[in-house]
């Protein structure tokens, strides 16, 4: 009994026990790599995907997949960034629309929400299946990024995106501070909401949420 309750666990918590392999043999081999320096510079650099795989998280929880994530992001933030930069025009009207950094951050936001609910809409009412919907997105998306930036880095965007690249909150840099807050609203949305309820029963078994009164399209039609 002992036997298969060590086993479970271990099968439970393998990714960890890897991870810990890992920090044990590098930091034998390279010398500095057991640091803070380095631990927060690490955390640093995987700050931008561990956002994104909270989202993902909740996609898997139902059962789903999304292969646009990484394509979005980028439309968004080369979105984000133009408008910080450069404003945007609209020639027809000669009309020019300058964009501050909390006003530009928002348009990005609403961008990347925008086609995620797209690609909900997509799956939901024209039963598109997940893998192919968010395919057709992906190739969308860093079609319009290209078209978007011409294939060159938007940069110098002044001091708000600096002090969220570079500085830190208490020791702690400001990257690592959004993830966290990131991941535990996610934590209290899954756990502790009726939302997050539902993610689970529809991602446990689709056919017995439906059947509870679950509805994949209604919810996504209300929101």
Known sequence: MKLSHHKGLLVRFQSLFALLLMVV?????????????????????????????????????????????????????????????NGFEIPA???????????????????????????????????????????????????????????????GLGDLFRYIGTQDVGGVPVRVCACAVMVGIAILVLRRTRFGRYIYAVGGNERAARLSGLSARAAVEKA
Do not use: H, Y
């Open 93 to 155: 009207f000669n009309l020019f629309v300058g964009f501050t950094a909390l006003g530009a951050i928002l348009t990005g936001l609403f961008v990347g929400s925008f086609l995620g609910f797209f690609n909900g809409l997509m799956i939901t009412l024209l039963r598109i299946p997940p893998f192919v919907a968010t395919l057709a997105m992906m190739t969308i998306a860093r079609g319009l990024t290209q078209l978007w930036t011409g294939g060159a880095a938007i940069t």
């Open 25 to 85: 043999v590098f930091s034998a081999c390279a010398e500095g790599f057991f640091s803070t320096g380095n631990f927060w510079l690490i955390l640093t650099q995987v700050s931008v995907n561990m956002c994104l795989s909270v989202g993902m998280t909740l996609v898997i929880l139902t059962g789903g997949i999304d292969l646009s994530v990484g394509s979005v992001l980028a439309l968004s933030g080369a979105i984000m960034a133009g408008l910080v930069k």
